[in-house]
């Protein structure tokens, strides 16, 4: 079993340590922005779609600095390193407009600073690689929210969430996900999936893809793909058959139409694109079915990476480019 293997069946476990945790003395919101990029950023994308089947408003920022409008909102730093550029630089945009906020982190440079201006700091258990992390930064992130009063109680979603995630790590999971590595090998893997829940689902995959799998992946969501991506697929008919591998997600709570437009989506592209798989989610609350859905995509992207020979862990590329960033004139890595 590879190092990624074991790190994705820690993942229940993940969950279980957020629904227990203990946060600081959170400052009151009525809504935030969750900052952070990549492994650590989908835990704000995970916060915006819980927030938004609650009637809560949670923002996502993956950029430098924060939106202009954020003096008003609590601002949630995610960064499993502690040292990411982006992420430090909207702390330093919050404390410049007096915005609380919060660090999630392992340490480094956010913790240093959240200590520094007596911000919360939630410390999360370290992980080789932030996107192995998930279940704690999502996790913690959550039950920030849900301290800042932003979010109602998650303790009992994050526990369901690992009883399906177990679950489905117990055979079903990576029984799907080795059939649809089988079709997805040597091609680009492109990830369909509903508005809200799945979206984030066919983000995480995707992410996944390029990371694990070390492969190019890109994703989209119904409805919006079936006003343009649709016709992508028709004037090169070969190029689809040959090198591309579409993932339809579905989760039960889609609107029913959306659902219609999936079926009727892969009943006209199946001439012209090879369908590798289809995927629905299990539970029965939000956060157990999008996280039913993202386990197999973590798997997939393992299996795949085993396929091509590759060690799922590093990620060389990102290194270089951040020594480099770091090189330049102004870089702070």
Do not use: C
């Not at 330093?92 to 600073?113: E, F, H, I, N, S």
């Not at 932030?130 to 979010?151: H, K, N, S, T």
């Not at 177990?166 to 990576?174: D, E, K, Q, R």
Request: hydrophobic fraction near 50%; proline fraction near 6%.
């Amino acid at each position: 079993m590879s190092e990624m293997r074991d790190l994705i069946a820690t993942f229940p476990e993940q969950l279980r340590w957020a629904a227990g945790l203990v946060t600081p003395s959170i400052p009151p919101a009525e809504s935030a922005i969750v900052a952070g990029m990549g492994g650590s950023g989908i835990a704000g994308d995970v916060a915006a779609v819980v927030a938004e089947a609650a009637s809560r408003r949670v923002t996502v920022h993956k950029a430098y600095g924060l939106p202009r409008w954020v003096a008003g909102d609590l601002v949630v730093a995610v960064s499993h390193s502690g040292n990411t550029e982006e992420t430090l630089s909207g702390v330093q945009a919050a404390a410049a407009v007096g915005a609380p906020w919060v660090a999630v982190t392992t340490g480094g440079r956010l913790q240093g600073k959240a200590v520094a201006a007596g911000a919360p700091v939630v410390a999360i258990p370290f992980s080789p690689q932030p996107r192995a992390a998930f279940g704690y930064l999502a996790g913690a992130v959550l039950r920030v929210l849900e301290a800042a009063g932003v979010l109602p109680s998650q303790a009992g979603a994050l526990e369901e969430a690992a009883d399906v995630v177990a679950s489905a790590l117990a055979g079903p999971a990576h029984e799907a996900a080795a059939a649809i590595a089988g079709r997805l090998a040597g091609r680009v893997t492109v990830i369909y999936g509903g508005t809200g829940l799945g979206a984030v689902a066919a983000n995480r995959w995707k992410t996944q893809m390029n990371e694990n799998g070390k492969a190019p992946a890109y994703w989209s969501s119904l409805p919006e793909l079936d006003h343009n991506e649709i016709v992508g697929w028709t004037a090169s008919p070969q190029l689809g058959r040959d090198s591309i591998g579409v993932v339809f997600l579905h989760d039960g709570a889609d609107h029913p139409r959306v659902a219609l437009r999936a079926r009727l989506t892969g009943e006209l592209i199946a001439p012209v694109v090879a369908i590798a798989g289809e995927v629905s989610s299990v539970g029965s609350g939000m956060l157990a079915r999008l996280l039913s859905l993202t386990i197999v995509g973590d798997l997939v992207s393992v299996e795949l990476a085993e396929r091509a020979g590759v060690d799922p862990v590093p990620v060389a590329i990102i290194e270089d480019l951040k020594k480099r960033l770091t090189d330049q004139p102004g870089g702070s890595g």
